[in-house]
């Protein structure tokens, strides 16, 4: 409840992808956790990652 009355839009201690990008070094980081969600298997992680790096017109083919 008090997560609705802040005004927050996500839940604490969670970050987003907009907030990884804009770090330095941050979208290779975003890369890199893809390569490493597809080399465990965890395709469904790996594909919401790349959505919202493609909505926010971050250059995802550019992957190791």
């Given amino acids: ?3 609705e009355q802040s005004g927050m ?3 604490a201690g969670r970050i987003s992808v907009a ?3 804009a770090q330095p070094g941050g979208i290779e980081a975003l ?3 893809v390569h ?3 080399a ?3 395709d469904f992680a790996a594909n ?4 919202e790096m493609v909505a926010f017109d971050l250059n995802v083919a550019a992957q190791p």
Avoid: K, N, Q, V
């Avoid at 919401?48 to 959505?51: D, W």
């Fill in 31 to 33: 890369r890199c956790r």
């Fill in 19 to 21: 907030d990884i990008a």
């Fill in 40 to 42: 465990r298997g965890i």
């Fill in 36 to 38: 490493e969600l597809r």
């Fill in 1 to 3: 409840m008090a997560y």
């Fill in 48 to 51: 919401a990652i790349e959505r």
């Fill in 9 to 11: 839009h996500r839940p």
